[in-house]
């Protein structure tokens, strides 16, 4: 066999179409594992918050109910997602028609791209949007129009006037992440409303259950008068079952069919479908989380004005920091054990998104702020 050279003119990565190869893959949290390899640290001594995950874990009727699920592996999980679809109608009251279920709501984004964009075809998304945006529209050889962000949020006539003839889906992040920025949800129903018909509105809610309840809105109501808007949420975040993978997208029945269509079979595992079930029903930890959160956020906030920090106020489960070479303050971070997120991909280098954990994990992250700030090395 003649050598193997696939980066070369004939390997098999050139073959790959450029909007392929264009892609710079997404930048998850380092894991806990990663970092006690790294650092020499013990895992018990890590403290992560670097990807907005629950810090209570998951709700005890989740883990029950997983567990229970467990003895029916070796059979295939029910590709309709019937029982969870049923829970979430009675919970959300639309029908299930209305419901399309994922592997994460990643899933469910990845899906409306494939279902509408192609090459010679636009989304518009806003800077520092959720990076799977741009991951999704180029993956479907899609062109990304990224419209310039107001403090920080979406510029929602910005991101109106962006829209052209060929734009198919438009991305809205509300609480977006990494930026912790919110719009009231009159505002954004009058912008969907003027949206054209042609293009489908995502409103990714990933952090919806972490909103304070002056700021809650109906937006699974909206779904019944503009057939062009998907809401899209999980269960990763404030269910706590990152680590399952399942989110749902509620929309018009014939925008479901088509994202029906691009779906993978069976693309929601069957221990994944039955904790989010009973976690949907696990009111007392959703409200739990939410509480402990609040807590986390003063703690961390009152940490920031401390150190003179700027930071961008947050609704959701995690705040971005201003605090200078963030590469170099994320190492001083690491050294001491703490994982955050470097933002840096997102064009805000100077910038740190951290988690809201448990209290003694908030504390331990602030201890480690400042000698990191500092530049101080590490014992
Ligand atoms: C975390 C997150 C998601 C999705 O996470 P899944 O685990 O795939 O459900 C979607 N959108 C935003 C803005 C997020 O932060």
Do not use: C
């Not at 470097?342 to 100077?350: A, K, Q, R």
């Not at 700030?373 to 014992?379: C, I, M, S, V």
């Amino acid at each position: 066999m003649p050598p193997q050279d696939i980066h070369g003119e004939h390997g098999i990565v050139v073959q790959a179409p450029d909007n392929i190869r264009a892609i710079s893959p997404y930048q998850p949290g380092k894991p806990i594992s990663e970092l006690a390899r790294e650092m020499a640290l013990a895992e018990r001594d890590i403290v992560k918050l670097a990807s907005n995950e629950n810090p209570l874990g998951m709700s005890p009727a989740a883990r029950d109910a997983a567990s229970a699920a467990l003895v029916e592996v070796a059979r295939y999980p029910d590709g309709n997602g019937f029982a969870l679809k049923a829970a979430l109608s009675s919970r959300l009251g639309v029908g299930a028609e209305r419901i399309v279920l994922g592997n994460g709501s990643n899933d469910v984004l990845e899906l409306a791209a494939r279902a509408l964009l192609a090459p010679g075809r636009t989304a518009v998304y806003s800077q520092y949007g959720f990076a799977v945006y741009a991951l999704a529209t180029r993956a479907a050889g899609a062109t990304g129009i990224e419209v310039g962000a107001r403090d920080y949020g979406h510029d929602l006539d910005a991101m109106g006037g962006a829209i052209r003839p060929d734009t198919r889906v438009l991305f809205i992040a509300n609480p977006n992440n990494p930026t912790g920025t919110f719009i009231d949800g009159d505002v954004i129903e009058s912008f969907v409303a003027r949206v054209p018909q042609d293009v489908l509105v995502v409103l990714d809610e990933a952090y919806t259950e972490y909103l304070e309840p002056a700021r809650r809105y109906d937006s699974i109501a909206w779904t019944a008068r503009y057939p062009n808007l998907l809401v899209t949420r999980t269960f990763s975040k404030a269910y706590g079952l990152a680590g399952l993978r399942v989110g749902y997208g509620i929309g018009h029945p014939a925008v479901i069919d088509l994202l029906n269509r691009v779906r993978q079979p069976f693309n929601v595992g069957s221990v994944s479908l039955a904790a989010a079930e009973a976690a949907l029903g696990d009111e007392e930890f959703l409200a739990r989380s939410a509480e402990l959160n609040d807590r986390g956020m003063r703690q961390l906030t009152e940490a920031f004005a401390r150190l003179g920090l700027e930071w961008i106020p947050s609704a959701g489960n995690f705040v971005a920091l201003r605090v200078g070479d963030a590469a170099a303050v994320n190492l001083g971070l690491l050294r001491r054990g703490v994982i955050v997120r470097p933002i840096g991909g997102y064009g805000m280098p100077e910038w740190l998104r951290v988690s809201v954990g448990l209290p003694e994990e908030n504390a331990r992250f602030i201890e480690a702020l400042s000698p990191a700030l500092q530049g101080r090395t590490a014992q």
